[in-house]
């Protein structure tokens, strides 16, 4: 290559003639973006490029690549903050980044860029209340797709945004064309299929004909949002769900019915809250923040016994027990356990204390539990405390028979066995990951 870089050197050529030369170069460069996850950022990947040119002395080909690396990350940084600016109400700053978006990807000829941010513009002008130029920018949106992209799932975005902006505008001729939109929106989620998106599609011609005073129609939409919602285990969804149907309910004076919906909502919000609070816990208990993971665990207790969730109850007296116990606090440990009657951990934690008489007895209970379930993992990890206590107690013979019956085939292999044992401690101080599910 040495012998033609002073021709090229003197000549003008498409950039990309360049990066084709410089294809051995880059290789093992890109090779070390891989490992450090950046390959897919074309922002950077994209100023490598240019950086690389420009260290060959290929200037012209560096300056056209080094601009497009500009505009992508300016375009990249513009979109960030004004997806920010939204997140905190302050909806002129994000319109301003949004429209410097737009203008980014026209000069940069990306009109799936420009789509995008039409449709972003579309949902900051909505949240103003500016529903005429929503509903431009959504049209813009949609045209620019029906033209030119045909990327169905943007476009079932656009006639959602459309919708959504008509809706806003609250009057009876565009009220017809919002339904018409989410009519168009729920078509392509079908066809795709997407079926969140058909769940979406759905809550929005539940309100629309909500709005029109066609009540009925709006219950089938609404019913087939929360069907959908529940299939996916989507609980917010559920709870808006809910909620619209006790809105439609109150609104033809069924207040009886109007009350057991809304009672149904809240219920699903606060289940969606005691397993965050259960789940946040953990997560800071992993990272060390103990103040915060005892503060998080204690909520989902509170909102456990409020919803008298006897299952999340029991989840999080657990939980507060394997953190006491994992920090070595077995007398906090102890009340949890009873409450939670989490007999395994009760004899472990009795155990750690040097108690060894009282760790039997709740090892008993806790083989008597795993044997009427029939859960033969909770089986062989019982027999195996049981193993492991006598032996400390020097009651010999009793120690060797719970150790040949947990090594059992009916119960579990040797060596699965062995294993079991070993983590044992692990497992039993492990918090337990929040699940809640539908009433």
């Not at 909505?126 to 799932?153: M, P, R, W």
């Not at 027999?383 to 032996?391: D, E, K, M, Q």
């Not at 692990?426 to 699940?435: A, T």
Request: aromatic letters at 10%.
């Amino acid at each position: 290559m040495t012998s033609i870089i002073p021709l090229l050197l003197s000549s003008s050529y498409p950039a990309y003639v360049y990066i084709f030369l410089l294809t051995d170069t880059l290789e093992p460069t890109y090779q070390q973006l891989q490992k450090m996850k950046l390959d897919k950022s074309p922002f950077v990947v994209v100023s490598v490029i240019g950086q690389e040119l420009l260290s060959h002395g290929f200037h012209g080909a560096s300056i056209v690549v080094l601009e497009a690396a500009l505009k992508i990350g300016t375009c990249s940084l513009k979109l960030s903050l004004g997806h920010v600016y939204t997140a905190i109400g302050d909806y002129p700053n994000a319109l301003a980044s949004h429209k410097q978006c737009v203008l980014l990807a026209r000069q940069m000829q990306c009109q799936t860029s420009e789509a995008r941010q039409l449709g972003n513009m579309g949902a900051v002008y909505t949240a103003l209340g500016d529903f005429t130029n929503a509903v431009q920018c959504h049209q813009q949106h949609l045209d620019i797709l029906a033209q030119e992209l045909g990327d169905k799932s943007i476009e079932m975005r656009a006639y959602a945004g459309l919708g959504h902006a008509a809706r806003c505008m609250q009057v009876g001729i565009v009220t017809k064309r919002a339904l018409q939109h989410h009519q168009r929106q729920l078509e392509i989620a079908e066809e795709l299929p997407d079926r969140s998106a058909q769940g979406r599609a759905s809550s929005n011609l539940g309100i629309i004909h909500q709005m029109k005073g066609e009540f009925e129609a709006a219950m089938k939409f609404h019913k087939a949002h929360l069907s959908v919602a529940q299939e996916l285990g989507d609980y917010a969804a559920q709870g808006r769900a809910y909620g619209n149907m006790g809105n439609a309910y109150h609104a033809l004076g069924l207040y009886d019915q109007a009350v057991r919906y809304h009672r149904q909502e809240l219920q699903i919000s606060l289940e969606s809250q005691a397993s965050t609070h259960g789940n946040l816990a953990v997560a800071y208990q992993a990272l060390g923040a103990h103040d915060r993971a005892l503060q998080h665990y204690l909520h989902h207790l509170t909102i456990a016994r409020e919803l008298r969730d006897t299952q999340s109850e029991a989840r999080a007296l657990v939980n507060l027990g394997n953190f006491h116990s994992w920090r070595g606090e077995y007398a906090q440990a102890l009340p949890y356990y009873h409450q939670g009657r989490a007999y395994g951990n009760l004899g472990l934690t009795y155990e750690a204390l040097g108690n060894f008489e009282r760790a039997v007895f709740f090892q008993e209970q806790h083989l008597s539990v795993a044997a009427q379930a029939n859960d033969l993992t909770a089986k062989t990890i019982a027999y195996g405390s049981l193993g492991r206590t006598h032996h400390a107690l020097q009651n010999y013979s009793q120690a060797v028979m719970y150790l040949q019956e947990g090594r059992r085939p009916r119960h579990l292999s040797v060596h699965l066995f062995v294993l079991q044992c070993s983590l044992f401690n692990y497992l039993y101080y492990s918090p337990i990951l929040c699940k809640f599910f539908p009433t």
